[in-house]
């Protein structure tokens, strides 16, 4: 059977990368979060010093940028793949809500997008593989043969996170998640590189009403007909 690409965009917390890892694994296709690249990204900054509160030290950024390395390698434990930043697993830390609050500001710096593009487009050379993200269907493989874009209400997306973030044992509130989402999506979307945008051929989920499972089947679908010799 052929191989091709599956670009999944949309909203924050929408559960695109639930549904990204489960086609993944179903279609024994390669996973790839792009939104914990840029958040460790994000957690490479908070540790070096790089925020003065809201401001960024964009010179130090880019001297650092090009020697951040992140990889995924696979968790026995949980046989999911864990985020590394230059060899150390973050997968735990990229998830805070300090990371979450910083996230959106890092990834609309040019020159991080530019790396980060450059680093997804290699993963995808051999094809096989299922990438999530805001930018995946528009910038990094515009030739994608299956795009998604999934949305839900703001109010569905953020209790799914909250309850994602009690069951970490963060602390957070629903007005808190509430207001993370609606920042990061008004900044993901109008910043100049690499915009949330749907791209013009993407097909539109919005899984507000979706089980989990008539979601999947709707994937199958759409995977079997986009592989159809
Ligand atoms: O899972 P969640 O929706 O919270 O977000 P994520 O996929 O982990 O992405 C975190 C942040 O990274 C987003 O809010 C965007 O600011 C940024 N991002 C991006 O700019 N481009 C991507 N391809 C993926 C994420």
Redesign the pocket.
Known sequence: MKKIIIAI??????G??TMAKDLAKTIGYTYV???????AVTLHAIQKGIFKGDQLDLDKLKQDIRNIRITFIKNPATGRSDTYLNGQNVEHEIRSMEV?NK??P???VGFV?EE?VKQ?QAMGLSKGIVM?????GTI?FPNAELKIFVTASPEIRAQR?LDELIAKGEHATFEEVLHN?AT??R??ST?KD?P?RQAEDAVVLDNSNLTIQEQNHRLMELFGERVKP
């Open positions: 965009d949309g909203h924050s917390s929408c695109k990368s979060d792009s939104g914990a690249m840029y958040r979450a996230v959106s890092i990834a609309a997008r980060m997804q999530d993200g805001r930018d995946i990094v996170r989402l990061r999506d900044i993901d910043r690499g949330l």
